[in-house]
């Protein structure tokens, strides 16, 4: 209900919708879910419009991660950056997410651990 009084404000940008429908397309509901209610609390230190302007460059460049998003609202925000992101910025946002991505995939499958090897004779 509170989500469809925002839309008829016109508080709920439809680009929005766009990264959650990707985010459940790339991730399962629940890591799509954390990563949308992460992306929508980056307006408390962003603003509305610094939130969505990360979230249509993150669409852009296909980077389909809310952690893509915090790294380019953050960047916009940054007092030596007063002009937009460049694509190039949101091509080092998507390596940065995916490096994160990767790194938390390593931590969470424990490596197997070697065979022991048993003596053929004995």
Do not use: F, N
Not at 79 to 107: F, G, N, S
Request: net charge neutral; proline share 7%; aromatic share 4%.
């Amino acid at each position: 209900m509170a989500l469809a009084q925002e839309r008829e404000r016109g508080a709920w940008p439809a680009c929005y919708d766009e990264l959650w429908q990707a985010l459940t397309g790339r991730y399962d509901a629940s890591e799509a879910a954390k990563q949308m209610v992460d992306v929508l609390m980056l307006t408390r230190e962003h603003g509305p419009a610094g939130v969505e302007l990360a979230v249509r460059g993150a669409l852009a460049a296909g980077a389909i991660d809310g952690r893509a998003v915090a790294v380019l609202a953050r960047r916009a925000a940054a007092p030596e950056r007063a002009t937009q992101p460049t694509p190039t910025a949101y091509l080092a946002a998507l390596l940065e997410a995916e490096t994160a991505e990767r790194a938390e995939r390593r931590k969470a499958v424990p490596h197997a651990q070697a065979p022991r090897r048993v003596p053929l004779h004995g």
